[in-house]
């Protein structure tokens, strides 16, 4: 029996995935490392910090910087990163979450957040979508990030669920990754060469359906 929805934020329910490679593309041109969407595909779900250390050894950059610098470099990406998503409204919800997440709801499962960002409470405000969730696990005290099935285990003992009896839903690899180990059901929205490793994909969020998931997971 299905206890809970696990979500992950950035590029599932909006895609503010976009804007955090926007914001390291920017960072990464300042120093002298050029970022593409292939290399980017590499740092979806991953934290802050690691996703630096990712770019400095892209670049062949990774001992040229002190601890200092990097902690400098990790706020000025982050600054850059909010402004752009301080506009967010609740139009740019990715298409058919809202729909998922009443479906949910009125079928009285629970719903939890596992996202790697720190900035995840503020983007659920700004999207108007908090009120559903109903425990956000804390990137900022998760010792291991994703790849790690820590946040989302995290999120199941938040809402008092066993992960077995979880869906959780991803739209990066190591996302995924971090599902399967943490024994819940993967659900990844995306392209099916990068998310194969998810038990089920859908290649957008419209295609999300809750009918269609919980048969899935009965299986
Ligand atoms: C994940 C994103 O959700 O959060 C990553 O996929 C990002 O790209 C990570 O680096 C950490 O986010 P933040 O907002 O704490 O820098
Ligand atoms: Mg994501």
Not at 39 to 52: A, C, H, P, Y
Not at 54 to 83: C, P
Not at 179 to 199: D, F, H, P, T
Request: charged content about 25%; hydrophobic content about 45%.
């Amino acid at each position: 029996m299905i206890q809970a929805f696990i979500f992950d934020l950035d590029g599932v329910i909006t895609d503010t995935a976009h804007f955090h490679y926007l914001a390291w593309k920017e960072l990464g041109a300042k120093i002298g490392i050029e970022i593409d969407e292939d290399f980017n595909e590499t740092l979806k779900g991953i934290s802050r910090m690691e996703s630096l250390e990712r770019i400095l050894k892209f670049g062949n950059k990774e001992n040229y910087f002190t601890d200092e610098e990097k902690e400098k470099m990790a706020i000025e990406k982050n600054n850059y990163y909010v402004s752009l998503i301080e506009n967010i409204t609740p139009k740019d919800v990715l298409p058919g979450i809202e729909n998922l997440l009443n479906e949910i709801r009125n079928n009285n499962i629970k719903i939890g957040l596992a996202s790697a960002s720190k900035n995840a409470v503020m983007v659920l405000k700004n999207l108007e979508l908090i009120d559903y969730f109903d425990f956000i696990a804390d990137a900022a005290i998760c010792k291991n990030s994703k790849p790690a099935p820590d946040i989302f285990l995290m999120a199941a003992e938040g809402l008092n669920v066993n992960p077995l009896n979880c869906i959780g839903i991803e739209d990066a690899s190591a996302g995924i990754e971090a599902i399967n180990l943490s024994n819940m059901y993967s659900v990844g929205v995306g392209e099916k060469n990068i998310l194969y490793e998810a038990k089920f994909i859908v290649d957008c969020t419209d295609k999300l359906d809750f009918k269609e998931l919980v048969d899935k997971f009965k299986i």
